[in-house]
């Protein structure tokens, strides 16, 4: 593939800046910042040994990193909060602390010293997720779960020590700790992940609890006069006898009929409210929500579909996504969203690679103008990235064919392609027994040929297609309308043996006669893709032995026997964030 020389300027800047100089502020005791240089003289070595490492998705110079945590907006600075084992690349629950950066962008990335450390009888175990809430006062206050001394999980609160530090280094551990503790025959290892708070009308806080009772996933509700004292709701907010564990829930409010997020506390006649639970069940994680009606005079949540329902799975994303939380940005009046993306290689190569764990790109969410629904889309500032662009239009690609997209950099791309389907008559029929949209895309995979489809993109393939992940879609016909299946295959992504090489699919609800389109961010070992304009999300993780750096191809295909027209597709190479330690950026520079 034809390189121009920018970019391979951009992979060695991004080489030099995210690995051959990282700092690691170490962040267990708390005290002043103690450095650990690791510097390497041949940036092609260090691309041979961090191949995986990402450019502009978010993650730690190193070591283990989970659930994100209370991010916010707060005189003009925003704060992401996450779950990090300082010690290791292992997940260590007993060490688990509040990692913190700030950002002017949403994209370039300032670490700062650890928010909160395990250092009280009631965090002990470890400091675990929860959420921010801005007081009335404007005072900064976090609610999280800490695992105490008797190894039960409790609620507490920290507030933000010196409110007029744009930066918020600093907070103070309430004295009431614990403010909640599980009671009524709770498990003391099923009380977790407070939500960011909200006000009703009568001026009292609300906040709700991941649980599990009777085995049956829980959302538990507290209120609060002060945001210390809480007391425990005689009903919980909702309920599931479908599911198990919720795990960081989430609560917010969209608008029904417009563009723009809307504040936790927001309740009107226009607004409908998201439920979200992590929910790992049955080997599988997933982030789940059902979309309803609040009545905040009566806390009472009614849904328009539960969770798991037989005729609908709404899910953030059908990938490697996990954990997720969101947060209204005052400044650009929208809601954002990150979540935990897993590793998919094996625990050794955490420890080798010396890190494990990415957040998602930011992303804002929508209700869909069907309300039945949310839309997600990466936040409008990644096009601060692009650099080199790569523009078709109007192309066909007739069945058994693919071509490669040159002149961008592959393995680290944005890649945007909307597809029209000429004739749609010729689509096979959904077969009863092809109603799980996974074990669809795992039996009809990519080398499957079929009638229209499977068309997409290949990304990050070697050059002989030994090795390249696919994500595609296939048409089918359905009892009454033509039904849209999308996939992300893996299977093929690597030569390794030892990595997991997962299949994930969903069906979209959308109208295939209009054109269909999918975008796709690739960064090194992780690719988001979203079809339908972000209906349908799926995240997943490869791991290619030689498709890696320069070396990785990209590709659009259709190996269906119909021909299919590429209506457009633009494609970005991408610069790598800035991500360094406060004590080498000025405001400026972030």
Known sequence: MKRSSSSSSSLYHWVMVMVVAYTLINLVSGNDDEMIIVKYDDPTQVLLQQPYRTAFHFQPPQNWMNDPNGPMYYNGVYHFFYQHNPREAQFGSGNLSWGHAVSYNLVDWVYLEHALNPTDPFDINGCWSGSATILPDGTPAILYTGVDSQSREVQNLAIAKNPSDPYLREWIKSHHNPLMVPVDGIGTRFFRDPTTAWQGPDGKWRVIIGSEINGHGTALLYQSDDFVTWSKSPKPLHFSDATKMWECPDFYPVSVNGTNGLDTSVMDTNTKHVLKASINMDNYMRDSYVIGTYEPETDEFVVDVDFKDKSVDLRYDYGVFYASKTFYDSLKRRRVMWGWVLEADSKLDDINKGWAGLQSFPRS??????????????????????????????????????????????????????????????????????????????????????????????????????????????????????????????????????????????????????????????????????????????????????????????????????????????????????????????????
């Open 365 to 590: 969410i929508l209700l869909d103008e069907s309300g039945k629904q949310l839309t997600q889309w990466p936040i409008r500032e990644i096009e601060s990235l692009r650099t080199e662009e790569v523009n078709i239009q109007n192309k066909e690609i007739e069945g058994g064919a693919e071509f490669e997209i040159t002149g961008i950099t592959a393995s680290q791309a944005d890649v945007e392609v909307s597809f029209h389907i000429p004739n749609l008559d010729d689509a096979e029929l959904l077969l009863r027994e092809w109603r799980d949209p996974e074990a669809l895309c795992r039996i009809k995979n990519a080398s499957a040929g079929g009638k229209i489809g499977p068309f997409g993109l290949m990304v990050l393939a070697s050059d002989n297609l030994a090795e390249h992940a696919d994500i595609f879609f296939r048409i089918y016909k359905g009892n009454d309308k033509h039904v849209v299946l999308m996939c992300s295959d893996q299977s093929r992504s690597s030569l390794r043996e030892e990595v997991e090489k997962t299949t994930y699919g969903a069906f979209i609800d959308v109208d295939p006669s209009q054109n269909l389109s999918l975008r796709s961010l690739i960064d090194h070992s992780i690719i988001e893709s979203f079809g339908g304009r972000g209906k349908t999300c799926i995240t997943a993780r490869a791991y290619p032995k030689v498709a890696v750096g320069n070396a990785a191809r990209l590709y659009a295909f259709n190996y269906g026997t119909e021909s299919i027209v590429i209506s457009s597709l633009s494609a970005w190479s991408m610069k790598p964030a800035q991500l360094s330690p406060l004590h080498e950026r000025t405001k400026s520079q972030i």
